[in-house]
């Protein structure tokens, strides 16, 4: 919190919470853009919190001390994972991240957009540069204009849902565009 204030401007601290049931009745009755979210909490932990919020519109930055959680948090959709005691620098290329992409989201939200997690981290993607997703087993592979593919660790069903009625499940295997 200090940190954030004395180096921080644009950021604006504007709840504080120890424990994940609080934190998450705050989340549901505010509009957040940012979580700095830490391992160790009382009772739950930090990915609980995560949990209550499939869909979310705010970014999440690990601060912890446990190194062991770093892939968990990504696959969880943390834009960032940064390790105690931390680095100012660290944290200053973190708060960038975030920024860059809450005005990427801005910029785009007047389109149709799906947000996907990745082991190589986190794409907005337009539903117009998504050609065809093919299913294989729990995976699902995005084929995007310009020969881009991506593969996010969720069923087809999954996106099946989330992408609605622009898009048609013309096998087992595959949704088209």
Known sequence: EILLNENFKEIEII????????ARRFIENNTIDLVFLDIAMPISDGFDLLNFFPKRIFQTIFVTAY??????????????????????EELKIAIKKA?????????????????????????????????????????SVFYLTGNRTIVVSKTLKYYENLLGNRFVRIHKSYIVN
Do not use: H
């Open 67 to 88: 190194e062991e959680f770093a892939i968990k948090a990504i696959r969880a959709g943390a834009i960032d994972y940064i390790l105690k005691p931390f680095i100012l």
């Open 15 to 22: 709840g504080l919470f120890q424990n994940v049931e609080d």
């Open 99 to 139: 920024i860059e992409l809450n005005l990427l989201q801005k910029d785009i939200s007047s389109k149709q957009t799906i947000t996907i997690t990745y082991e190589g981290g986190k794409s907005i993607l337009a539903f117009d540069e998504i050609i065809n997703l093919k299913g294989l087993d729990n995976l």
